[in-house]
């Protein structure tokens, strides 16, 4: 509901504070459009019954409402059966607020509660508002100038709810644990069967193909071997691109013990609601102290992948994906102060953002790197011959794309659910406290993330194709384009954004979700392919 309105006048009568706003030029529409208010730190909820003689409390409250053509009330219009007139807009002019405190000895209080009721009144005088008269309604169609009277009433009452337990009455009348669970055991249902695909290969298929590999004796025998042992001499052969792999297993690395650390202390509690602010805190001094980790696997890997350019190496892991996320950043910024919004981030921010990654994170990274380069190369189990093997022509389903864009389903259909609530949580100003549900999830991904890469790279090598590496890192990273998608089927779909400078932000901030999410479950995939394929070449003897 975007308003190019002039204040005119604002006074005090009996209690009711009141302002006087003159619209010359109003742009009404017929979605929900909502206002947010915080009392010292609580958000101010707006609290109605719903079906089964429960409230539904819900942070925000609506600001208008919309009667169609046809008389059928849309969204907030249903709570009055005095909003009757047919493609007309209500104003909610008017909140009546009830701030409850707590006190436990009887001098001090606590404030537990703000609560907020919106009405709407079509005051006999705009100058005097006496809160009465029929609902304020405008037509879909009018020219004149209108004035509204702004008025709110505040009330303070007093309230049993001790101050540690002031956010329960949000959070138990959140209606989505029931499909919270529905979503785990969806997820729990595609491990357990991805879990029985591996375990069957891992158990039958590999165990009879180590024993029959083991068994041959003459060279005659091995002259007819077959499947993923006949690709023994090329397996461990260093990937093209290796140092760009490299660089985005190192941070990977990083965002990964990221997560993993601040969704465990979300869970304990010490990152709640309450806490504006403190998840992003966290994870942001997380992510700083982390270079070491991500320096060290970095060079790890090239090391291992035969690298020189240690430089370079160090060099791209410090700055390269750091450097696309705080880019991305600094020009939704600027679009920010452009437009002079309050929620661009101030410019000592970002200086001072720039010196904890200058500062503390590179230094780190080159500390994890010297580590990482000192130790010795990765010994691997077969030895790498120095003609590279042909590959034999492939079936569809064992082709590069097909493979990797199988691969991404089945990791994200454990997580989609989730992904509607963080979403809203970001865009739509709702409440995210299941942090529990969220680590549960984040636990199934990594299981999933691993067994469907391992079960894809085994039919790969049986297919003779040993160029494992990348795709084994594309294939679970495939997973953040599903991400990509299903955020631009959300904008169209449950968001109303106009404007190209929201339009920009949104698709902005998403992107940076994406590289993210794509470093994250990429990393998961690699080192749980690499673990698989060190593992069933060190059982075979191999002349």
Known sequence: WPVVSILERSGQSAGLEWRAVSVSGLELSDQQAAGDRIIDNMPVTWCYDVEDGQKF????????????????????????????????????????????????????????????????????????????????????????????????????????????????YILESMPHTNIQWFSIMNSLIIVLFLSGMVAMIMLRTLHKDIARYNQMDSAEEAQEEFGWKLVHGDVFRPPR??????????????????????????CLGFLSPANRGSLMTCAVVLWVLLGTPAGYVAARYYKSFGGEKWKTNVLLTSLLCPGVVFADIFIMNLILWGEGSSAAIPFGTLV?????????????????????????????????????RQIPDQSFYTKSIPGIIMGGILPFGCIFIQLFFILNSIWSHQMYYMFGF??????????????????????HLCAENYHWQWRSFLTSGFTAVYFLIYAVHYFYSKLQITGTASIILYFGYTMIMTLIFFLLTGTIGYIACFWFVTKIYSVVKVD
């Open 352 to 388: 001072a953002v720039l010196a904890l990654w200058f500062g503390i994170s590179v230094p780190l990274t080159f500390l994890g790197a010297y580590f990482g380069f000192k130790k010795q190369t990765i010994e691997h189990p077969v030895r790498v011959n120095q003609i590279p």
């Open 438 to 459: 969220l680590f549960l999830v984040f636990i199934i991904l990594i299981f999933t993330c691993s067994e469907a890469t391992v079960l894809l790279c085994y039919f």
């Open 241 to 266: 691109k290796g140092m760009i792999l490299s660089v985005f297993l190192g941070s990977g690395t990083q965002i990964f013990i990221m997560m993993f650390v601040t969704l465990f202390f979300a």
């Open 57 to 168: 409390c819900n942070p925000g409250f609506p600001i208008g409402c919309y009667i169609t053509k046809d008389g059928h009330p849309k969204d907030a219009c249903v709570i009055s059966s005095s909003f009757n007139e047919k493609d007309t807009y209500y104003i909610f002019n008017h909140v009546d607020i009830t701030i409850y405190f707590h006190s436990e000895d009887g001098t001090e209080a606590r404030l537990v509660a703000a609560k907020l009721e919106p009405k709407s009144f079509k005051h006999t005088h705009v100058d005097k508002p006496d809160c009465s008269g029929p609902p304020l309604g405008i037509p879909n169609v009018f020219q004149e100038k209108i004035s509204i009277a702004y008025t709110y009433t505040v009330k303070y009452a007093t309230s049993n709810i001790k101050w540690a337990s002031r956010w329960d």
